[in-house]
C-alpha cells in the first residue's frame, strides 16, 4: 500500500467528508491545523468516489492534498473494519497517528455503532455527529472497551448537539461556582435548549431529510425527574436569540443533548427538567414541518424516500436558502433551584460553516499533543472536563456574531 500523509502528521479519515457538514469539517481540520502549524493529512470515506470528485469540483473539500477512500458504514462490518485497517497500515509509521471522524448521516434509522467499534478494535481516536439518541446510547455501551484499549471517543458532537451542551455545561458550572461563593449547594432546576436555523443553513438535503426523519421521533424530555416523550413539533414557545436575529418561534423537536445532559452533566443529583426546540424561517416553513407531521410515520422514517424527497425539494430548498441566508442561533436558558438563571447565546451566519468548525474542534481537541485533555472512554459532550470545554468553545467562537457564555 502507498503511505500517504508526510512526517509526524496526523491522519484523519473524514467518513462521508464528500457531504456538506463533512466537507465543511475537511476544510476547518485543514485550517485550524495549519494554523497551528500541525502536519495533517486528511482522507474522505464514503461509498461513491463520484460525489469525492464532485465535492472536489465544487470546491467542497481542498483540491490538494485530500485522498478518497471507499467505505460502507451501512455494509458488512468485517469488510468496512478491513478497510479501516488498510488505512491505517497505509499511514507512515512515524505519523502522530490516525483518527476517524464520522459525518455521513442521517443517524436517524440506524441502530448500531459499527464504526465507533472497529475505531476501537484498532485503537484510532474517534468523533461523530450523531443525532439520534438511541444509537448515541449504544456507542456509551462501548465506554469499557474503548477505555481498556486507551481510546479517547466523542459521541454527538458538533454545533448542536455538541457545541450546545458545551453551552448547558458551562451555564450549569456558572450557576454552581456562584452558589458555593456564597456558600450554598446548588441543585439545577431546568435545562432549555433553543435552536433557529434559516433555511437549511446551507447544509444541504441531508439536513433536510434529517428534519423529516425527526419529525416521525417522539421528542424525549425530563419532567420532575422522569423521562418523558411528547409528540413533535408542539408546545410552541417564542424566544430572543439575541441581537440580529430577535424572537423566532420554536418547537418541540428530538435532540440528544436533552437525554445526554439531563442524565450525565450531573449524574449524581436528579435530572433537571430538560427541553429542546427548533424553528427556522421562512416562517411557513415551520407550519410545512407541522403538516408533514401526519404523515405516515413509516414514511417518515423511510430514510431512502426522505433523502429523495429531500434531493427532489433541492431547488426549492437552494432558492430559499438565497432568500433567508443560513445563520444558525443557539441558545441555552439554565435554572437553578434556588432561582438563579443564566442565558447562554452562541449565533453564526452560516449553519455548514459553524457545523464543520466544531466538529473540527471537538475532534482536533482528542489528539493535542501538548496535555490530552480527553481521557480514554466514550464521552458525550456534556460530560467532557473543563479545560476541554473551554477549548473547544473558543475554537466555536470564530465568526460568531452573537457569543454570550
Known amino acids: 500500500a502507498l503511505l500517504h500523509g508526510c512526517c509526524n502528521a496526523l491522519n484523519v479519515l473524514v467518513v462521508g467528508g464528500s457531504g456538506r457538514v463533512g466537507g465543511s469539517t475537511v476544510r476547518w481540520l485543514k485550517t485550524l491545523s495549519d494554523r497551528e502549524q500541525n502536519p495533517i493529512s486528511i482522507t474522505v470515506g464514503g461509498r461513491r468516489s463520484e460525489s469525492y470528485q464532485a465535492a472536489l469540483r465544487n470546491k467542497v473539500i ?6 478518497f477512500v471507499s467505505l ?15 488505512w491505517k497500515n497505509s499511514c507512515s509509521p512515524s505519523d502522530d497517528g490516525c483518527m476517524v471522524v464520522h459525518t455521513g448521516g442521517p443517524f436517524q434509522g440506524r441502530t448500531s455503532p459499527v464504526l465507533l467499534r472497529s475505531c476501537i478494535e484498532l485503537a484510532m481516536p474517534y468523533a461523530d455527529v450523531c443525532d439520534e439518541f438511541d444509537l448515541a446510547e449504544t456507542s456509551k455501551e462501548l465506554d469499557q472497551k474503548a477505555k481498556a484499549a486507551g481510546v479517547p471517543a466523542i459521541v454527538s458532537c458538533g454545533i448542536w448537539p455538541g457545541v450546545s451542551a458545551l453551552m448547558a455545561a458551562e451555564g450549569v458550572d456558572q450557576l454552581k ?13 431546568s435545562i432549555d435548549y ?15 431529510s434529517a428534519t423529516f426523519l425527526l419529525l416521525a421521533t417522539p421528542v424525549i424530555t425530563f ?14 414557545r417564542e424566544v430572543d436569540f439575541g441581537n440580529g436575529i430577535g424572537n423566532k418561534p420554536v418547537w418541540l423537536l428530538d435532540n440528544p443533548d436533552v437525554p445526554t445532559t439531563a442524565m450525565y452533566l450531573n449524574p449524581n443529583e436528579k435530572p433537571p427538567n430538560c427541553s429542546s426546540r427548533f ?11 407541522g403538516a408533514m407531521k401526519a404523515l405516515p410515520r413509516s414514511l417518515l422514517y423511510n430514510r431512502d424516500a426522505m433523502q429523495n424527497f429531500a434531493l427532489f425539494s433541492e431547488p426549492i430548498i437552494r432558492l430559499v436558502d438565497k432568500l433567508v441566508g443560513a445563520t444558525n442561533a443557539m441558545r441555552c436558558d439554565v435554572t437553578a433551584s434556588n432561582g438563579d438563571k ?19 474542534a471537538f475532534a482536533l481537541e482528542m489528539v493535542k499533543k501538548d496535555k490530552q485533555t480527553v481521557p480514554p472512554g466514550v464521552w458525550f459532550p ?12 473558543e475554537v466555536s467562537k470564530e465568526d460568531a456574531f452573537v457569543y454570550e457564555l
Open 279 to 289: 424553528g427556522t424561517d421562512p416562517l411557513p416553513w415551520n407550519y410545512l414541518f
Open 72 to 86: 460502507d458504514i451501512d455494509g458488512d462490518e468485517s469488510v468496512l473494519k478491513q478497510t479501516l485497517e488498510q
Open 177 to 189: 461556582k456562584k452558589g458555593e461563593s456564597s456558600g450554598e449547594k446548588v441543585e439545577i432546576e
Open 194 to 208: 433553543s435552536f433557529f436555523t434559516a433555511g437549511t443553513g446551507n447544509a444541504g438535503p441531508t439536513i433536510v
Open 62 to 67: 481542498p483540491s490538494q492534498g485530500v485522498d
Open 342 to 360: 443564566v442565558t447562554l447565546r452562541i449565533a453564526h451566519s452560516d449553519l455548514e460553516q459553524c457545523v464543520g468548525l466544531a466538529t473540527a
Open 223 to 236: 419532567m420532575n425527574g422522569i423521562r418523558q416523550d411528547k409528540e413533535p413539533w408542539t408546545e410552541m
Open 382 to 393: 456534556s460530560e467532557l472536563g473543563n479545560e476541554a470545554r473551554k477549548n473547544i468553545l
